[in-house]
């Protein structure tokens, strides 16, 4: 098994906790689709193929959305060491089949921002269980369009009844395609429920509640417990798109960046945050979404925030499982090059 090892002026602990923090990005089912390979001048971000989910996200996009929150987890971690981390996206022959690799680009001092960015890295949960009726006021929701742009991204905010009415169609629409889909099916059961021992998916404490027919948006099953009498979820969530300006693997790897600054900017500001996923994982039902916002902006994921109670961490990997030897070998181009994100 690969050990951590110095990099980038750092010694091994500091790239261990680097590392560490990168690995508590959110994925779908909480898959944790990623691998890290370290040289002593660099710091390679690989997919991992062999947690693709093939039918649930068959064009790799919310893998690399995922890949793309991970490495923002690692930028914060480095800048808070000191080191300004110079990020070089899909490297190509740099580095065969490595989405990313990050260098020391000089030094830097970290800022208060980036520092409570930081310290929200393991309070940040994906939180499926109904949120307060309670709503997120202006101010909030400007943070989080300030953070996407300083990722290079978009967050669409849904304000209108036309426009929750629709996207609301949308996400049913994808998601009663992906319950006929076997496949689909088949992932989700293999992440959620009991898994004792597991260090990857969605066990019942971070599941949320059981779907029920009056829920407005139509939720996934985790198998959570089946909710209190008349615990419904919220009336009036705050719900969000998130987009990239251009499509592809770069664009992908782009928002997963942003997503990752607007879940911590929410989790800084006491905000909860899951995942609508649906109508971005369905191909016909992801370009309706888009020539709804116009056509210029790419959606990437779907965001629903509020106020909520606390929920408990989904479990991790440990780091010395993400790393790839020096005598192993990726797959070039696997995941990295195709068109076409607990």
Known sequence: MAQVTAALGLGPAQIESALTAASLAPSVHNTQPWRFRVLRDR?????????????????????????????????????????????????????????????????????????????????????????????????????????????????????????RAQLQRFVRQAHEIQLGDEGVQAELAAFTGRRPGAADGVPPASAGVRPAMQDEWAFRDFQGPERHPGKDYESDPLVVVLCSFYDGPLGDLQAGQAMQRVLLTATTRGLSASFLSQPVEVRRVREDLRRALGGMLVPQTVLRLGYSTPVPPTPRRPVSELLIGSDEHQPAGTLGAATGSE
């Open 43 to 163: 710091i390679e971000l690989h997919p991992d193929p062999g947690r693709k989910l093939a039918a649930t996200d068959p064009e790799d996009r919310e893998l690399r959305l995922s890949c793309g929150a991970a490495l923002f987890n690692m930028r914060l971690a480095l800048q808070s060491m000191g080191v300004r981390p110079l990020v070089s996206m899909l490297p190509g022959h740099d580095a065969p089949g490595a989405l990313a690799v990050v260098r020391r680009g000089g030094t830097i001092k970290n800022d208060d921002e980036s520092r409570a960015l930081l310290e929200a890295v393991p309070r940040r949960r994906t939180n499926r269980r109904p949120f307060l009726e309670a709503a997120v006021d202006p101010r909030q929701r400007h943070a989080l369009v300030r953070a996407a742009e300083l990722e290079r991204s978009w967050l669409h905010a849904i304000t209108t009844p036309q426009d």
